[in-house]
C-alpha cells in the first residue's frame, strides 16, 4: 500500500512558495511607497521653486535681472540656483542672497513652502515693508537673518514659534513698535540683534529668562523705562549692548552676576546713581561703556579687579571724588577716557604699563599731579586728551616719540618746559594744542616735518623767539594759532604758503615789521588775527582780495594810510577791528552793501568823513567811533553829516549827474527783465525741492535731536575755525568730536546774502540725494538741520581724509599701493552704479573728483560731497546749471546742460586714470580725446608704465592685470561721445570680473594696445 506521508520535499516547495508570495507582496508594497515618496519630494521641489519665482516676480525688475539663474538659463533645478542649498533629497536648507541689492518686500515669500529651510541670509539688500507673520511658519529655521534692510513695522509675535532659532538679526533697519515678549520663548537664542531700529517701549523683564543668550544688542533705540534685573540670569551673556537709548534708573546691582561679560555698553541713556560695586565681579570684562548718562558718586574700588579692561569709557557725567588707587592695577587700557565729569586727583601711573595704550582721554575735571609716567614709552600711543586740569609735569621730560599719534590736546593745564624738536617725528600727528600752559622756549623749526599736522595752537605760553619760516612747508595746516605769547621778529612771508589755513591768530606778541603781502595767498583764510603787536605800514591790498574771510583784526598796531575798500566787496567778512592804529581818510562806500558785516570797531584812528549806511556801524556802540578826526553820520555818539554843501548849483550839479546814471539803471532792468522771463521756462523745468517745514529737525539721526545740535554747537565752540577742516562752494565743514567720543563731520552752508535760495536748493539737494542712498561706499548722512541761525549737515567722519590730499602727499602715496588704489576704484564703481541703476530715480552726482572721494583708515573709499547731486526724472529732459570740478567735467557740458548718467561716468574715468597715475591725467585725456576714433593715430607707442605712478614699483601678476582692466575701463569712460561710454554698472561689473594673468609683461604694453579699435572695453 502507497504511504500516505508527505514527501518533505513537497513540503519545502510549498514553504517556498508561500515566502515568494509574500515576499513579492512586500516588494510591490516597497516600490509604491518610494513611488509615493519621490512624487512627495518632486511635488515638494515644484512647491518650493514656484514660491521663489513668484517672489523673484515681486521684486523690481533691477532685482530680477540679479537671479538670472531662477527659473531658466539649462539649470532649471531650484538647487543649482544661485543663493540656494538643498540637502541629500533636493530640499531648500540654506537661502543665502545678502549684499545683491535686491529691491521689494517680503510679501510674496510663501515662507510656509520651505518646510525644511534653516537658514534665511536676505542682509544688506534694500527690502521693505513688514515682515509677514507667515515667517514663524518655518520650524526649522536655526538663523534668520534680515539686517542692513529698510524694513519697517513691528517684529511679528510668530518669531516666538521659532523655537529652533539660535540667530535672529534684524538690526539696521526702521522696524518699531515694542519688543514682542513671545521673544522669551527662544530659549536656544545666542544672537539676539536689533541695532538701529526705532523700537520702542521698556525692555521686558522675559528677556532675562533667554539663557542662551550670548549676545544682545538692543542699542539705538528708544527704548525707555528701566535695565531689567533679570538679565542678570543670563549667565552665558559676554557682550551687552543698551547703548542710545531712553532708558532711566540705576544700574542694577544685579548684572555684577554676569561673570562672563566682555563688552557691556550702556552710553547715550538718562542712568542716574552710582555704579555697584558688584561691577568688579565681572573678571572677563574687556570694554566697559557708561559715557554720557547722570550717573553720580565714585568711581568704585572694585573696578581694580577688572584686569581684563582694555576700554573704559564714564566720560560726560557726573562723577566726582579721586579716582581710586586700585585702578593702577589695570595696565592693559587700549582706550582710557574720563573726560568731563568732576574727578579730583592723580591720574593711574601704571596707564599704559602694558604699552598698548592707544586713546587717554581726562579732560574737563579737576585732576592734579603728574602725567602719568607711563605714557612715556607708549609707542601705540594715537590720542591724548587731558587739557581743562591743573595737571604739572616738564612737557619735554614727560612725553616720549609717538610714531602713530595724531591728536594731542594738553591745554589748559600747568605744564611747563620746552617743546621738544623730537615731535617733528610724529609724522602722522594732525592736531597738537599745548596752550594755555607754561610752555618756555622758541618754537622748533623741526615741526614743520610733522607734515600731516592740521592744527598747531601754541597761544597763551612764554614762547620767545622768531616764527620759523619752516612752518610755511605745513601744506595741510589749517591752524596757525600762536597768540599771546613773547614772539618777536617779522611776520615770515613764508606763512603765505599754507595755502589751505583758515585761521590764522598771531595776535599778542612782539611782531614788528609789515604785514606780508603773501597773506594774500591764504585764499581760504576765514579768521586772521594780528592785533596787540608792533606791526607798521600800510594794510596790504593782498589782504583785501580774501574773499572768504570772516573776522579781520589788525586793531592795536602802528598801521597807517587808509581802509582797503576791496573789504567791502568781501561777501562773508562779519567782524572788522582796526581800532588803536594810525589809519586815515574816510570810511570806503563799498562797506554800504555789505550785509554779512556784524561787527565793527575802527576807535583810535585818524578817520573821517561819514560812516557807511551799514547795520554794524549803526548799531555800533559811541566806544566803536571815539578818538578820530571826524567821523559823522547816524550812529551813537556821533554827530549828523551836513546835508549837501553845494546848495542849488551843488542840485543842477547832481541832477546832471543823476539823471544819465538813473537812466541807465532803468535800461539794464529792461534788459535784466527780458533775460528773466527768457530763462523762466529753464528754471521750470528743474524740480522744486521739498521745503524743510520745521526750523529745527533732525530727521534722519535716530535719537534726540536737539541734543545732538547743541553737542555740535558746543563741540565746534561755535563753528571756531580751529574746527574747520575743509571749505567749498557751498560751505564750510567742521570736524565735531561729540560727548559720546563720537567723531562727526559738520558741514554748515555759506550765510550768502541774497542767495539763500542758492544755497537752500543745494541744502536740500544734498539731503534729498542722501536720504535715497545705502551703501557702504557712500558717506552716511547722520541728519540734518534747517535753523535760521544754520544750515547743517551732519556726516560720518572719515579719518583718512580725500583722496586728492592721499596722492599729493608723498608718503602716504608709497603706503598706498596697487591692491589699495584697484580696490578705491571698485569702490567708487560699485557707488555710482548703486546711484544711477539701483535708487527709486537715478541719481547723478555731477562732482566725480578727487577731492570728493574720502577714505576711511581701512583705505574704504566713500563718495561724499552730494550739494550738486540730482534726481533723475525718466519721464522728462534733465536741464541743470554747470556744476562739477575743471578737469573732470564731460565735454558735451560745455554745449548742452542736459545731465545724464555719463556724465559721471565720464568723471570717474578721469578719476581712475587719476588713481593709477597718482596726479591728475589731464594732458593724457587731450591726447586720448583726439585719438579715441583710430588706434592707428594713438599718440606715440608710450608703454602703459611710464604714465603709472612712478612712486610705486611696477605691479605684477594679477595686480598687473588688475591695474590694465582699470586704464581700459577708464578710457572707456572718456569717450566723447556719451553713447558710447559704459554705465557704471557695466563698469562695476567689469572690475569684478576675475581677469586672466597678462599674455606679456606689464613694461611691454603700450597705451596704444589698451585702447579698443571700437573706443569701448567694457
Known sequence: MPSLQKKPSTDFGVLFMSLGVVLISLSSSFVTAAAAAARDEVGKEWKEAEALLKWKASLDNQSQSLLPSWGGGGRGHPCNWVGIA????????????????LRGTLYKLSFSSFTNLLTIDLSSNSLYGNIPDQIGNISKLTNLNLAFNNLSGPIPTSIGNLSNLSGLFLHENYLSGSLPPEIGK???????????????GSIPQVVGTMRSLWQLDLSVNFFTGGIPTSIGNLS??????????????????????????????LTGNNLSGAIPASIGNMANMGSLLFSMNKLSGSIPSTIGNLTKLSYLGLFMNNLSGSIPREMDNLTNFIKFQLSDNKLTGHLPQHVCQAGSLEKIAASNNHLTGPIPKSLKNCTSLIRVTLKGNQLIGNITEDFGIYPNLYFIDLSGNHLYGELSSKWGQCHNLTYLNVSNNKISGSIPLELSEASQLGKLDLSSNHLIGKIPKELGLLKSLLSLLLSNNQLSGNIPSEIGMLSHVTDLNLAENNLSGLIPTQLGECSELLFLNLSKNILEGRIPSSIGSLQSLENLDLSWNMLIGKILPQLGDSLRLEILYLSHNNLSGSIPSTFDDISSLTSIDISYNELEGPIPNQKAFREASDEAFRNNKGLCGNATGLKACIQNPYGKRGNKFVLKILIPVLASIFLIFIIVGVLRISCQRVRNTEAKPRDIQNDDVFAIWSFDGKMVYENIIEATEEFDSKYCIGVGGYGSVYKAELPTSQVVAVKKLHPLPNGEKSNQKAFISEIRALTEIRHRNIVKLYGFCSHPRHSLLIYEYLEGGSLVH??????????????????????????????????????????????????????????????????????????????????????????????????DVYSFGVLALEIIMGKHPGDLISSLSSSLPSSSTFTTHMPLNDVLDQRLSLPTNKVASDVLSIAKIAIACLQTIPQSRPTMKQVSQDLLTQKPDLTKPLHMITLGEVVDVRGSTV
Not at 559676554?238 to 537709548?245: A, H, K, T, V
Not at 602716504?812 to 546711484?835: E, G, P, T
Not at 544711477?836 to 555731477?846: A, F, Y
Request: glycine share 4%.
Open 186 to 200: 527662544l530659549q536656544i537664542l545666542g544672537f539676539l540683534l536689533l541695532k538701529s531700529n526705532h523700537l520702542s
Open 236 to 265: 552665558n551673556l559676554e557682550f551687552l549692548f543698551l547703548y542710545w537709548n531712553q532708558l532711566t534708573g540705576s544700574i542694577p546691582e544685579e548684572l555684577g552676576s554676569l561673570r562672563y561679560l566682555k563688552v557691556f555698553q
Open 86 to 101: 538643498c540637502d541629500e533629497l533636493g530640499s531648500l536648507t540654506h537661502l543665502n542672497l545678502s549684499s545683491l541689492g
Open 806 to 903: 592721499l596722492l599729493n602727499n608723498e608718503e602716504q602715496a608709497k603706503a598706498f599701493d596697487w591692491i589699495k588704489r584697484d580696490n578705491v576704484v571698485k569702490d567708487v564703481a560699485n557707488a555710482l552704479s548703486y546711484m544711477h541703476h539701483d535708487c527709486s530715480h537715478p541719481i547723478i552726482h555731477r562732482d566725480i573728483s578727487s577731492k570728493n572721494v574720502l577714505l576711511d583708515l581701512e583705505c574704504v573709499a566713500h563718495i561724499s560731497d552730494f550739494d550738486t547731486a540730482r534726481l533723475l526724472k525718466l519721464d522728462s529732459s534733465n536741464w541743470t546749471s554747470l556744476a562739477g570740478t575743471i578737469g573732470y567735467m564731460a565735454p558735451e557740458l560745455a554745449y548742452t546742460m542736459e545731465i545724464n548718467e555719463k556724465c
